[in-house]
């Protein structure tokens, strides 16, 4: 079994920088893509930043060049560091992990919120 365990999130203002971070715990595939979700009031959840074994990222178009994806294999811990933030950012930050190749396992976390105050 898998556990991701989501922290960093905080209120802030907008401009501000935040790093969310996410570890995981269990048994990890070396073939797996991590990623990020949120979900904002009365909205859909939608993927944010993606990061495979390989280090492939992709972003959302209105995060790309404010929001970084990165992850530490040796801790099995992904983070998001999030600049100049907007309060369109204003949502919960979900954690998720596909283990496995194409026949994958899905994993979630609890999320954190984020708050971005005009």
């Known amino acids: 079994q898998v556990q991701l365990v989501e922290s960093g999130g905080a209120l802030v203002p907008a401009g501000g920088s935040l790093r969310l971070s996410c570890a995981a715990s269990?048994?990890?595939?070396?073939?797996?893509?991590m990623a990020w979700y949120r979900q904002a009031p009365g909205k859909q959840r939608e993927l944010v930043a993606t990061?495979?074994?390989?280090?492939?990222?992709d972003y959302k178009n209105s995060v790309k060049g404010r929001f970084t994806i990165s992850k530490d294999n040796a801790k099995n811990t992904v983070y998001l560091q999030m600049n100049s933030l907007k309060p369109e950012d204003t949502a919960v930050y979900y954690c998720?992990?596909?283990?496995?190749?194409?026949?994958?396992?899905?994993?979630w976390g609890q999320g954190t919120q984020v708050t971005v105050s005009s």
């Open positions: 998720n992990l596909r283990n496995g190749g194409g026949s994958y396992t899905e994993y």
């Open positions: 269990g048994t990890i595939f070396s073939i797996n893509t």
């Open positions: 990061i495979t074994n390989i280090g492939y990222t």
